[in-house]
């Protein structure tokens, strides 16, 4: 990749981690988001690009993935291993940013390999529909703009001096 390439993508990596949308599930509970959660999105989305750009492969966070389970359960009731994992999952995002601990009764220490897989699964999917969200964005402006530009190219004159 050229260097200009790397550094276009370095600060539109950037830009994503500040203001890519969060990706909640169907079902208008996404407005229901607590914003603390929102501002730990941001954080660990940062902490994930520094890691992506050390060789780490590219997922979403940890919080995202709190987030889609979050309102995943509030649309429609969730499996057991489902509901494992988005315990395991908010407790860990809890717990990192001091928000307080699981209660005993419903704490999730560790999924099982198939969870965890399914969680990673999760994860990736989201970061996915991040990428493909922001490239539409961005093709949406270059439209809109390229469209504004032909627009004032074909103004006719009002005035011959």
Not at 43 to 64: F, H, N, Q, Y
Not at 83 to 108: F, H
Request: aromatic fraction near 8%.
């Amino acid at each position: 990749m050229k260097l200009n390439k790397v550094i276009e993508k370095s600060i539109s990596d950037i830009v994503g981690c500040l203001t890519d949308q969060i990706i909640v599930f169907p079902g208008g509970w996404g407005d229901s988001l607590p914003e603390w959660l929102k501002n730990t999105i941001t954080l660990e989305r940062l902490a994930e690009s520094m890691r992506v750009s050390k060789g780490g492969e590219a997922t979403g966070t940890d919080a995202e993935a709190c987030v889609y389970l979050y309102t995943a359960c509030l649309t429609a009731p969730m499996d057991h291993d489902w509901s494992q994992i988005y315990l395991y999952v908010a407790g860990k995002t809890y717990k990192r940013w001091n928000k307080g601990e699981m209660p005993n009764d419903i704490r999730v220490e560790s999924p099982n390999d198939q969870q965890m897989a399914d969680m990673n699964r999760l994860k990736s999917w989201i970061y996915d529909r991040q990428i493909k969200a922001r490239k539409e964005r961005g093709r949406t402006e270059r439209e809109q703009k390229d469209a504004e530009t032909k627009a004032l190219n074909e103004q006719p004159e009002l005035f011959t001096f």
